[in-house]
């Protein structure tokens, strides 16, 4: 056997560990469990950091002030020392002013728009607007719904979290928000992106109370209080980059119970037109997810080519050579490679020949991890809105 025959084997035996014993990851069937109306509505605050929100805010903030919750609910925007007017906008929205035509609300729930102290060292911005929210919440408040400036939620979203979380006994229930697709790019690197979240954190594995994976998606979790405050609250993962990842292995490992699924009424009203824009997104935060590891950044890298490249390059070279095996092993890889994707496109209402796109679309996401690492050697890390991690 050549070596190009013996790859093309090792990445088919890959794929189809992948498909069958990872933990489901390519399934979107995990959604809400199952969930009946509490006897009695417990009380929530929802806490919403926004730093240079000001464009999004009117598509997403009215849904979260129209909620349709039979308990007591608040909203609190922090306003994180925004240059674009973000909380005048917020405050806008829910008693609009005559002299800001456009602006409307169907303000429901209370609103409260706040800024926090300075950022102090060790703190990442998002995680120090978001103490000061839940600070500000009070005890009363028995759950939280910690929600990105960018989310837009259906009306009952806030009723149907709590729901899921009362009567599954679950102290954090996660939505993963379904993002825009409508530009080109988006098409193409949106739903790959959710795509290989699920790859690395199964939900199964993430929902199974005794399975080490956890995680969580940053823009829709709701945590009770008490099983924050068991976990260390806010300041236990206050240096986190990726927030939300870190936020369920503390709830979890504090004995909590999580639950993470995609979302129907949870989404994304953030435009990424640009392929540079949707490169920041992933580059952002890649090197960390990999603990700025050059080890394990050498082990993504050959082990996203043997997953992702091999296939269609096995594929195309054993047919320009007439070497069968090395074609047939090579194109049984990718099939299973686009038959796992074909859930997911059809979660965001794709056409099923985009499958084969895959492969190209991972080797934009190598180049944005060694990028990732590349900004982080040279001291420009983890940026976001004027901050640098």
Known sequence: MTVLLWIAVLSLLVWLWLACCHGLF??????????????????????????????????????????????????????DHSSDGTGAVASNLATPDPAAPGLTSTAGLELTVTTPPPLPPGWTGKLWALRHGVELAGPDAEYLLLTDADIAHGPDSLADLVAGAESNGLDLVSQMARLRV????????????????????????????????????????????????????????RGAVIDDVSLARAVKASGGRIW?????????????????????????????????????LLGTVLGLTLVYLVPPVATLAGLATTRWAVAGAGGAAWALMAGTY??????????????????????LYLLMTVDSAVRHWRGRGASWKGRTY
Request: net charge positive.
């Open 26 to 79: 390519w399934r979107t069937d995990v959604r809400l469990p199952p969930r009946r109306p509490p006897a009695r509505w417990p009380a929530v605050a929802v806490v919403v950091p926004a730093r240079d929100e000001a464009e999004v805010l009117p598509l997403s903030l009215p849904s979260l002030l129209a909620q349709k919750y039979p308990g007591r609910a608040r909203v609190i925007l922090v306003d």
């Open 182 to 237: 409508e530009t080109g790019w988006e098409r193409l690197i949106v739903p790959a992106f959710v795509y290989f979240f699920a790859q690395l954190y199964p939900f199964r594995r993430s929902n199974r109370p005794g399975s080490r994976t956890a995680a969580a998606a940053g823009g829709c979790s709701l945590v009770r209080r008490d099983a924050l405050e068991r976990a260390g609250g806010v300041a236990a993962i």
């Open 260 to 296: 993470l699924g995609l979302a129907e009424e949870v989404d994304s009203v953030r435009p990424y037109p640009r392929l540079a824009q949707l490169w920041r997104m992933v580059s952002r935060s890649a090197y960390a997810q990999l603990r700025h590891s050059s080890v394990l």
């Open 342 to 363: 074909l859930p997911m496109l059809r979660y965001y209402r794709r056409p099923a020949p985009a499958a084969l796109l895959l492969p190209f679309t991972a080797a």
